[in-house]
Structures are given as structure tokens and as C-alpha cells.
């Protein structure tokens, strides 16, 4: 995610008043077959398991690069080891380039709400070789916009074949317009976040072949490995990067080392290099010339890191389950300094990652890092996410937790988000709004009334103005073709509401979550469809679910239930517009006793209005349907009898 525009719902274009009928219901388009967007192959079976032929390609990497924060350019080497597990022998490879989204010439400059005025000239590539079968030999490339196609001098086998790729690059660093890598300054030097620093391999897998979306602004798919990767700087910077530090003795004073191995046995968090410190040579283990800093990082998609002289650390441990442990750590400049700001960075990082580890799926790293900056300030990478260097405590809570959980989602279970940006941002969002609330009793909850609702506000009634608009994308849609006004409301807010209507209204926790944990443990490491999800959360929760993809996921239908008659003992029921959910009745009765019936989802499968008999001769004289206020009924009026 970068930097969530924090809208009100509201704001949207209406299409339709929420009073008048927007749509008709009819019973065999709810429930007709849902078509899912991939089929059932060898390789992805109909449980939404990997099928007997799954494969998934590998790429490991060894990465050097030097920052020159003078001139602000980096200088690389990058050498990939590229398995080729598929079914196909490969003549070609293709990389993504994505510091070529800064040129001038660049797709994504036609594509953004405005033309950019700040350009760089992207990629400057030295040299390209390729080693196979033993033997080096000079590559013949083409660039195209932020693609790079390698041409092989001979085909890479099927099933197991090997290519070592080295590329030799250089490119000047994107200031605070890069997004999603760049610099800023700070009172005691600029602040690098180096993200998409490095040629990375595209993804090939059994639904297109290779998959080569280029870089507009949407964010990543790509394949997993492992990563040993050095960064050389001046030696008065600190560098916080992906992964585990494996050279401490070098970069490190014999002081912080200590530090550091007091926070691996802390909760309480442990300064490593104190405020005062920031502008003491001494903090640093030598004094001009340049230090390398080495990290290593295994079955990872991604590496990025934090560069900068004015970095404050802290860090403390994190608790795993079965009793594993990782570190948490927090670097970020002196004006950040205090518990009204980062004081805090590192409690905050250190929960959510024990929240979702014990909820969902442990965290698999070593390291987790909080990096405070302004250049790319609300990304996330592996390992590591840079957050905006000036926050409240609510709002660095709430993108902390946000920022890390996307280890979840996509880093851990592998989704194409520049296709699939709703299975990345909205089942992250999803997952924040559970940690919002564990999080010291609720300090900072509810997470749904923050980002999304004015205060108070209750979130089912915030996405009716989103189901209302005719010109709202559909979940569906490829990310690159979601408008900025719909991105955050759709892509965020709409699928996070799914799985809390999923898990809360349709199948209920008991089921909801180990389906859930299921998937995340099925999918971990590995590329799964929005076919797989469906089917998945289908064949484990034991529900058809084919109503909700196509009126939640595949279209934006919006809801209406209503009371439209009580006679007696008898309670009519009508579903007044396309999308059905289960609801809850709740009557009351003339001595004010009260009843609540649920109303399964298969009710509306014959019938478009539905007469309830309750049992007895008590009067009813009030009936409401959803009395509780869980679902995204469009018009509240005609829920309740009489009106």
C-alpha cells in the first residue's frame, strides 16, 4: 500500500437514492452456476487445492549495490539463479525493470490521475550474460517500458532446468516522486528507501505463461527464493534492511551488538543507537571511506532497505509460536523521537506481528523492520516497510500493523497483485480490523472506524454509496484499471467487507477461520488464483458459495431486504434488489417477549417474496429484519414493521 487516501464513502457518486429500487432481484441470476475465472486444471485442483501437477519456477539471487548519496545514484550487480520447473523448455526470460517507470517516456506517465513533471532516465544497463551448461556467453536483450526480455542462446529445459543471469545496471535515485523507492531529507541527512532497486525476474506460471504486466503503478507478482544481498555506503550511515544482518562485527559497534543481543531476549524495547548518539562519530565503527552491509534472506519474493545517517534504533523480541523468536526493529530520525511518535514504532510492530502469527499463520522471518521516511512512506516489502516519519499514534499503529500484515498477504501467500490487488489489500485490511481490536484492549479499535467511516459511523452503511454508483468497478477487474477515486473505497474497504460478512453473517467463525487458515497455509509460498480462494473457502467451510462471488466479487449488486406485511402469526418477507444474504429476523410479540429466526440465504432460491409462520398464537406487532445492523442493506426504512 502506498499512502491509503483516507476518504469518507460518502463522497462518492450516487447513482441511485437509497430509497429507490436500483435493481430487481430474480432468483436465477443470483443462483445460476457461478462461473469462476479460471477452471479446474492438473495443476489447480476443483478444492482449491495445488492440483498432482502443480510447479511453481524458483529465482535465488546474490545483489551488490553501492549508494552514492552525493551524486544519489545507485550501481549494481545483479546475479540470478533461474529453475525452470514448468512443463516448458524457455527460449526467452523476462525481467521487470521498474525504475523505468520514472522516465519520461514510461507507460504509467498516461496512465496516473496526472502527467508526472520528474523524470529520471531509468535503468542504464552495463552488461547482460547469461551461464548455461557451464559456459558465459553475452545475452541479446530487449528493453521495453519496464520489462526486459532476455533472448537464450539456447532453450532452459523443462522440468529442473538451470540459467545463471547477471545483469551490471546503474540508475539515478527518484527524490520524494518515486512513491514507492526515492529520498527526503531529514534535520540530519536524507532518507533512502530502496525498493525496486534491483532487476527482478518475472513470474511464469501455468495461467499465461510468462506474465509480464508492466509497471504502471499497481504493485507486484513475483516468484520466491532465496537472497544473499550487500549494500555498500558511506560509513557514517546505518542501514536497516530485509532479512538478517549477517555481518554485524563489521558495520556495528561493539555496543550495539551488545544492544542487539540484549533485544532479542526483551520484550521491553532496547535503544541501539540512541537519539543523542545520531550525531556522535563514535556511534559508528569507522570513521570516512565506505561500509558494506551484508543480509540474507531466504524463501522471500522481494528484498528492500533503509539507507540514512540519521536513523535512531530500537528493537525488542518477538515471540512465535512454539516458541520461536524473531526481532523487532525500529530506526527513524531524532524529529520522530518520543511515545507521541516512533517512541512507540517498535510495541506496535511487535504486537501485530504476534497478532497475526498466533491468529492466522506464523511469521517466517528473522527480522521485522518499522523505517520512517517520507519518500515512500506506507509500502510494504518483505522483511521491512517504510512508514511516514511524522503520524499520530492511532494513525502509526494503524499503518504499522496494515504495513507489516502484508507479510500475510502478498508475501506469504504469493498473490499477483497487479491483477489481483483485492486479494493483497483487501484480506490484509481484513486481518487489520481483528488486530485493531486485540491491540491493548481496543487502545487504537475500531480499525473500520478510522480509515474508512467518520467517527462512529457503522462500515455497512459506508459501502452503500460504493454498491450505489453504476460506474463503481467490479472486484474483479485488473488493478490497473481501477480508477484512484475507487481504489482505496474498492480495493481496501469492499474485500476487507467480504471476509468480515463471510466470516461474521455467512459461515461463522467456527467455520470461517481454520478455512481461512487453511488457505493461508496451503497458499504460503506459493501463486494462488481468486478461483483458488473461492473454491478453497467453499470445499472447507462446506457452503456453496457461488451467490456471494458473483453479487459481492464479480459485480457490485447492492442489497434490500424488507418487511412488507405482518398479519397475525405471520411475518412476510421480499428481497427487493439483486444481491441475497442470510439475515435475522427479530419479532416482538404483544406481551414484549421477542424471537429471533434466521433467515437462510436459500430462502430466495424460489422465491422473491417469503412468508414466515411462527409457531403459536402470540400477536406479533413488530417484526425487523437485521435488527442488528450487520449487513449493507440499502434501504433501513422497509426493515421493520410497521414502519
Known amino acids: 500500500m502506498k499512502n491509503p487516501v483516507r476518504l469518507s464513502l460518502a463522497g462518492l457518486a450516487l ?52 549508494l552514492d548519496p552525493v551524486r544519489n545514484t545507485l550501481v549494481g550487480k545483479a546475479t540470478v539463479h533461474y529453475t ?54 553475452k545475452a541479446n536483450y530487449v528493453v521495453s517500458d519496464t520489462r526486459m526480455q532476455v533472448r537464450l542462446p539456447q ?14 545496471y546503474s540508475y539515478d535515485l527518484p527524490g520524494d516522486f518515486g512513491g514507492r523507492t526515492g529520498f527526503a531529507p531529514s534535520k540530519n541527512g536524507n532518507i533512502y528507501e530502496m525498493a525496486q532497486w534491483y532487476p527482478r525476474m518475472c513470474v511464469y506460471d501455468d495461467l ?83 561500509l558494506t552491509w551484508k543480509f540474507r534472506m531466504r524463501n522471500t519474493r522481494d528484498v528492500a532497505f533503509g539507507a540514512s545517517t540519521s536513523y535512531v534504533w530500537d528493537a525488542a523480541r518477538i515471540n512465535l509460536p512454539e516458541g520461536r523468536k524473531a526481532l523487532a526493529m525500529s530506526v527513524y530520525p531524532v524529529e520522530s523521537v518520543g511515545d507521541t511518535a516512533w517512541g512507540r514504532s517498535t510495541e506496535y510492530l511487535k504486537a501485530a506481528v504476534e497478532h497475526f502469527s498466533a491468529r492466522w499463520y506464523p511469521y517466517p522471518y528473522p527480522v521485522a ?49 497487479r491483477r489481483n490487488a483485492w486479494m493483497d489489500e483487501g484480506f490484509n485490511t481484513f486481518i487489520d480490523v481483528y488486530e485493531a481490536d486485540a491491540f491493548h484492549g481496543g487502545e487504537f479499535a475500531p480499525k473500520r472506524d478510522g480509515e474508512y467511516a467518520p467517527k462512529g459511523g457503522n462500515p455497512v452503511d459506508e459501502i452503500l454509496p460504493l454498491l450505489a454508483d453504476r460506474d463503481a468497478p467490479n472486484l474483479l477487474i485488473g488493478a490497473d484499471m481501477v480508477k484512484e477515486k475507487y481504489r482505496h473505497p474498492a480495493t481496501y474497504f ?24 487453511k488457505y493461508i497455509a496451503t497458499w504460503a509460498f506459493r501463486h494462488p488464483t481468486p478461483s483458488d480462494f473461492f473454491r478453497l473457502m467453499e470445499s472447507e467451510t462446506g457452503e456453496d458459495l457461488g451467490w456471494f462471488w458473483r453479487g459481492w466479487y464479480a459485480n457490485n449488486w447492492e442489497l434490500d431486504l424488507a418487511v412488507t406485511k405482518v398479519a397475525g402469526t405471520k411475518v ?11 439475515a435475522t429476523l427479530r419479532v416482538t410479540f404483544a406481551d414484549r ?51
Open 15 to 66: 447513482a441511485a437514492s437509497f430509497g429507490a429500487a436500483a435493481g430487481t432481484f430474480d432468483p436465477r441470476e443470483a443462483f445460476a452456476p457461478f462461473t469462476y475465472p479460471q477452471p479446474v486444471t492438473a495443476y489447480r485442483s476443483g478444492s482449491g487445492m495445488p492440483g498432482p501437477l502443480f510447479w511453481q519456477n524458483r529465482a535465488d539471487y546474490d545483489l551488490a549495490a553501492t
Open 84 to 137: 525452470n520447473n514448468s512443463p516448458d523448455a524457455l527460449d526467452v526470460l523476462w525481467l521487470q525493470l521498474d525504475e523505468n517507470r520514472f522516465t519520461q517516456e514510461a507507460r504509467g506517465n498516461f496512465t496516473a490521475g496526472a502527467m508526472p513533471t520528474s523524470h529520471t532516465d531509468g535503468y542504464r544497463i552495463a552488461t547482460v550474460t547469461v551461464e548455461q551448461g557451464g559456459r558465459a556467453v
Open 155 to 168: 532453450p532452459l529445459p523443462a522440468r529442473g532446468g538451470k540459467i545463471t543471469l547477471t545483469i551490471e
Open 208 to 290: 499465461r505463461g510468462w506474465d509480464t504486466a508492466p509497471y504502471l503503478n499497481s504493485e507486484f507478482y513475483l516468484e520466491y527464493g532465496d537472497f544473499n544481498y550487500a549494500v555498500t555506503v558511506p560509513a557514517d550511515m546505518i542501514v536497516a534492511g530485509s532479512g538478517e544482518l549477517v555481518n554485524p562485527e563489521d558495520v556495528l559497534t561493539a555496543t550495539q551488538r551488545d544492544r542487539l543481543a540484549r533485544a532479542h531476549d526483551s520484550d521491553a524495547t532496547v535503544m541501539i543507537r540512541t537519539p543523542a548518539e545520531v550525531t556522535d562519530p563514535g556511534s559508528r565503527p569507522a570513521k570516512g571511506g565506505t
Open 369 to 417: 523492520v518499522n523505517e520512517a521516511g517520507s519518500a515512500a512512506s506506507g509500502m510494504e516489502y518483505p522483511g521491512i516497510v517504510f512508514d511516514p516519519m511524522k503520524a499520530s499514534p492511532k494513525d502509526l499503529h494503524m499503518v504499522t500493523a496494515h504495513e507489516i500484515g502484508h507479510t500475510w498477504f502478498p508475501m506469504i501467500v504469493g498473490t499477483d497483485e
Open 494 to 517: 469492499k474485500a476487507a467487507l467480504g471476509l468480515v460478512l463471510l466470516r461474521e453473517q455467512i459461515v461463522g467463525p467456527e467455520r470461517f477461520d481454520p478455512a481461512f487458515r
Open 572 to 582: 412476510t418477507l421480499a428481497n427487493l434488489d439483486r444481491l441475497v444474504m442470510p
Open 593 to 643: 417477549s421477542t424471537r429471533d429466526i434466521r433467515i437462510p440465504v436459500e430462502t430466495w432460491q424460489q422465491h422473491t417474496t417469503f412468508e414466515v409462520i411462527l409457531p403459536g398464537t402470540k400477536a406479533i406487532v413488530r417484526a425487523v429484519i437485521d435488527p442488528d445492523h450487520a449487513l449493507p442493506d440499502r434501504d433501513r426504512i422497509n426493515n421493520t414493521w410497521p414502519r
